[in-house]
């Protein structure tokens, strides 16, 4: 199986690449838009600010790639907040592959969100093997507002998105390969995952 993880600059991409590596699986990282086409499955990982990531995959012409993907596609953190059509930080017209937009947590909490939170209302196959309540590690400023396209929500102050799904593309808020056993069993669920019709 050949998994691409999408290289753009922005942080945290090793970690991601050793965490598919623990589960058996070798990832290539890379902005070449043939070789993420060519893909079984693509992780679009993500640590740091909207607009200059958005810069990034513009200047590679991967704002124009990824939403035209088919095969199963992970948004992870940034990642997923940038496939939502609006990111208020920065201002920042996203991939509007969700109808979703990002907002920030108001001033009722503190911000960002650093540390483990729980998961609910897990409705989806990247969730199978997963319990309800289960906690995960998050580090955010910014939240996805709840949608139809929702698969499952955390409570930080507000209830949110933590993860999403339209077609064959998801997203997650939390960092699963920072989210132990939880996060590393939706890592492999996503990595085993085929494209239904």
Request: hydrophobic share 40%; aromatic share 10%.
């Amino acid at each position: 199986m050949k998994i691409a993880i999408i290289d753009y600059g922005a942080g945290n991409i090793q970690s991601i690449k050793f965490a598919v590596k623990r589960l058996g699986f070798e990832a290539v990282l890379t902005d070449d838009a043939e070789e993420i086409k060519s893909a079984d499955k693509v992780i679009f990982p993500g640590v740091g600010e909207a607009s200059s990531a958005m810069k990034m995959l513009k200047s590679t012409r991967l704002d124009k790639v990824i939403p035209q993907l088919t095969q199963p596609v992970l948004g992870i953190c940034l990642g997923m907040q940038l496939m939502c059509e609006y990111c208020e930080e920065g201002d920042t017209p996203g991939l509007s592959i969700f109808d979703a937009k990002v907002v920030k947590f108001d001033n009722t909490v503190k911000v960002p969100q650093i540390g483990w939170n729980q998961i609910y209302d897990l409705r989806s196959d990247l969730f199978e093997g997963v319990n309800e309540k289960e906690y995960v590690y998050l580090v955010h400023s910014f939240y996805v507002k709840e949608c139809e396209e929702t698969i499952c929500s955390t409570e930080y102050g507000v209830e949110y998105t933590s993860a999403i799904k339209k077609n064959n593309f998801y997203g997650v808020q939390f960092h699963p390969e920072k989210s132990s056993k939880a996060g590393e069993k939706i890592l492999e669920n996503f990595l085993k995952l085929e494209l239904r019709s």
